[in-house]
């Protein structure tokens, strides 16, 4: 069973890089609904196309939620709109699909009811970040966005 999940994730890998024409500028797109698989009430794993595309340029649509600061490094992108940063609600208000996205260069905030896609390196498992101790699961790094 395992190998078959390897193979598959091989597979999907191959098929996302293939499909993208060399020196294409468009990475691959991924969605919130794509992060995650369930195999029971208490094991969450990430996807076989999360998993296949971890290391690799990709774009994901979604909304910047409110920063802690302006003009900052880093922002959380939801696959719906928050009202509030991350660092000013419990953590029972903020949705388990998120991703942190790691800027490349530093960025005035845009509206968080305006759809934005994010591109930038995908990164899967747990890291703190040491400026903020804030944990995150999906992570893209060296990354940039642009208004939808």
């Known amino acids: 069973m ?7 994730a091989a597979f999907l890998a191959a098929i996302c890089l293939l499909a993208m024409p060399a ?17 029971s009430a208490i094991d969450i ?5 999360v998993k296949a595309l971890a290391g690799h340029d990709v ?3 979604g909304y910047m939620a409110p920063p802690l600061k302006a003009e900052a490094r880093f922002f959380v992108l939801t696959r719906e709109p928050m009202a509030v940063c ?5 953590d029972a ?5 998120i991703i942190v996205v790691y800027l490349a260069d530093s960025a005035a905030p845009t509206d968080p009811n305006r759809p934005i896609v994010a591109r930038g390196r995908l990164e899967t498992g747990s890291w703190i970040d040491p400026d903020t101790g804030f944990v995150s699961q999906l992570r893209l790094r060296d990354a940039s966005f642009t208004a939808e």
């Open 45 to 49: 794993g990430f996807s076989d196309k």
């Open 23 to 39: 020196g294409a500028a468009t990475p691959p797109r991924l969605g919130f609904s794509e992060l995650y698989v369930t195999r």
């Open 93 to 97: 208000d903020w949705p388990m699909d």
């Open 2 to 8: 395992p190998w078959a999940r390897i193979a598959a």
């Open 59 to 61: 774009a994901i649509k």
């Open 86 to 90: 991350p660092f000013c609600s419990s």
